[in-house]
C-alpha cells in the first residue's frame, strides 16, 4: 500500500464494515447526481449486478477522486448511513476528518443564521 492517500488507507481498514453496511444503491446515485463520478465510471459502477463488488469498484474508484470526493461521500453518509461517518471520524489516524468534521458542523451553524 505505498504511496496510497490517506482516503484509500481508510477505506482499506474500513473495507470489511463498508462491505457490509453501505448501502451502495443509495449513496451512489447520490454521488453520481454531484458528478463524483465521470459517464463512464457510471456506467461501469451501474453495470456491475454483484452488491459487494459493486462496492469495492465504488470503493476503489473514489479513493482516488481526492478530498472534495471524500467530502461529498461523508455528506451522504452522514444523511445515509451516521454509524459508518461515525466509525471514520473516531479513526485514530485520520486528523483530516475531525477537522473536516467540525468545519462542517461550523458551516452548518453558520447557514443557520
Not at 13 to 24: A, G, N, T
Not at 48 to 67: A, P, Q, Y
Not at 74 to 91: A, G, K, M
Request: charged residues 30%.
Amino acid at each position: 500500500m505505498a504511496g496510497r492517500g490517506g482516503v484509500a488507507r481508510l477505506f482499506e481498514r474500513h473495507r470489511p464494515r463498508l462491505l457490509k453496511e453501505l448501502d451502495i444503491n443509495r449513496i451512489f446515485p447520490k454521488l453520481a447526481r454531484k458528478g463524483v463520478f465521470t459517464p463512464v465510471e457510471e456506467t461501469e459502477i451501474s453495470s456491475i449486478t454483484d452488491n459487494i463488488k459493486k462496492i469495492e469498484v465504488f470503493l476503489d474508484l473514489l479513493s482516488v477522486k481526492g478530498t472534495k470526493a471524500f467530502q461529498e461521500f461523508c455528506s451522504s453518509l452522514e444523511e445515509l448511513s451516521p454509524s459508518l461517518l461515525t466509525s471514520f471520524l473516531l479513526d485514530t489516524s485520520g486528523k483530516y476528518f475531525w477537522i473536516f468534521h467540525i468545519t462542517r458542523s461550523i458551516v452548518q451553524r453558520c447557514e443557520e443564521y
